[in-house]
């Protein structure tokens, strides 16, 4: 009966509306999961950024923390041989040599990594430096270097463990 009332094209037109209505609903959804998708992904990656970087994190803490006990522990030696240094050199029985010039250019040079210069290698007057100012130098030069291997050991610790962090 509603069917006579309607005429045939219009009913044509109608069901044509519907139809493409169906499909935009269809396209829109789609692309609504799809987002949704897309942020959840997005989301999972982040998560897992976050994750990779508080380990990284704790890595470094944690190789920051050994780093500054092996330091504190370094110090209190070396602090010790000072003394003993200190203590040698202060021994009235001790006789304490002047350096000749060469062999102070020699050290400075060696100090530095440069070449010595060849006119000085022959000096071999005495110096105003002392075998105990050399003792003194020396020491505070191992000391030195100590830390700079305890520094190159801590970091190459730090990198072994950064590349063994699970990525994923």
Not at 2 to 14: C, D, F, K, S
Not at 19 to 41: I, K, M, N, P
Request: hydrophobic share 45%; proline share 3%.
């Amino acid at each position: 009966m509603i069917t006579h009332l309607i005429p045939w094209p219009y009913r044509l037109v109608a069901l044509a509306g519907l139809v493409l209505a169906l499909a935009a609903f269809a396209y829109l959804r789609g692309r609504l999961d799809e987002q949704a998708s897309h942020l959840a992904t997005k989301l999972d990656q982040l998560v897992g950024v976050v994750r990779i970087e508080r380990q990284q994190i704790d890595i470094s803490q944690q190789v920051a923390a050994s780093h500054e006990q092996g330091r504190a522990q370094d110090r209190i030696l070396y602090k010790t041989i000072e003394k003993e240094v200190i203590r040698y050199v202060a021994n009235p029985d001790h006789t304490a040599c002047r350096l000749d010039r060469g062999w102070v250019q020699q050290h400075d040079a060696a100090a530095l990594s440069a070449l010595p210069a060849a006119t000085g290698s022959a000096d071999a007057t005495a110096s105003d430096l002392t075998s105990d100012d050399a003792l003194v130098t020396v020491t505070g030069n191992y000391a030195a270097c100590q830390d700079n291997a305890r520094q190159l050991t801590d970091l190459q610790a730090w990198i072994r463990q950064q590349d063994a962090t699970p990525r994923g």
